[in-house]
């Protein structure tokens, strides 16, 4: 796989992250909390449930948060039930956009979710128009200063991955979804740290949009990122690192 990725961008977002930790724990609990009220809380037998957890574990949340998380899914505790919805849409320069919801009150999602689509110049798509233009795999992103292509090439394929590239100074392993546990484990038990490791939407090929379609595509992807609804933002939009 070559070409740009959003993925070789982790390390120039890690700041923004780090600030945004309370909203990103706040998701990742909304998503712990779905995968065991659909798949049960034991992650043994609950393999989108065992992914939920390696990203929070990645984002370093404690424990007891998890726990926590996992038992309102299976209403141990008491907590809000979350719907998952997915909307299409096109941004300003025919950018296609998937925008993965998981929210308690869908009548109030779709209705800010158009509304920030609206403001920026972006408008809803219909069905499968934009869902096509993804695959979902799993994207495991490693330092490319710390380790080689070659170093962490051998680790993942022997371990199932599909592609290993060098993107801008990111090693990024793709894999099938059924793959990136066994993947991910491999290389975190040879000693490897990872910048970022997750199951994703990835775009078959990336669009270059002119300088204004850029900004005003990043302004509309932060805008959807900071809503509490929202819970991922996809696009294949070939974006300068500044802009994302």
């Known amino acids: 796989m070559s070409g740009h990725s959003k993925w070789a961008t982790i390390k120039h977002k890690k700041g ?4 945004k930790r309370g909203q990103m724990f706040t998701k990742l609990i909304k998503e712990i909390s779905i995968a065991a009220r659909m798949g049960g809380g034991d992650s043994d037998s609950n393999a989108r449930l065992r992914t939920a957890m390696l990203k929070a574990r990645a984002a370093n949340m404690p424990k007891d948060n998890i726990d926590r998380a996992i038992k ?26 998937l925008i993965e919801v998981l929210t308690d009150n869908k009548n109030r999602a779709a209705a800010e979710v158009r509304n920030i689509l609206t403001r920026a110049g972006g408008s809803l798509a219909t069905s499968n128009a934009v869902l096509r233009l993804f695959t979902r795999k799993g994207v495991i992103s490693l330092d490319g200063e710390k380790y080689s292509e070659d170093q962490v090439m051998e680790v993942a394929l022997e371990a199932g991955a599909d592609d290993i590239a060098n993107e801008d100074g990111e090693i990024v392993v793709y894999t099938s979804p059924e793959a990136f546990e066994a993947v991910l ?3 975190t038990e040879k000693g490897m740290e990872t910048d970022g490791a997750e199951v994703s939407m990835v775009p078959e090929s990336y669009v270059d949009p002119d300088k204004d379609s850029g900004g005003k ?18 696009h294949n939009a070939n974006l300068p690192d500044e802009e994302e």
């Not at 923004?16 to 600030?19: C, H, K, S, V, W």
């Not at 309102?72 to 956009?97: M, N, Q, W």
């Not at 990043?218 to 819970?231: G, S």
């Open 217 to 234: 595509v990043a302004k509309l992807i932060d805008k959807l990122e900071e809503n509490d609804d929202v819970q991922n933002v996809y």
């Open 16 to 19: 923004a992250a780090d600030a």
């Open 72 to 97: 309102k899914g299976t209403g141990e505790l008491g907590g809000s039930t979350y719907e998952e919805l997915v909307y299409e849409a096109y941004a300003p320069g025919g950018i296609a956009i």
């Open 185 to 187: 484990n491999a290389i």
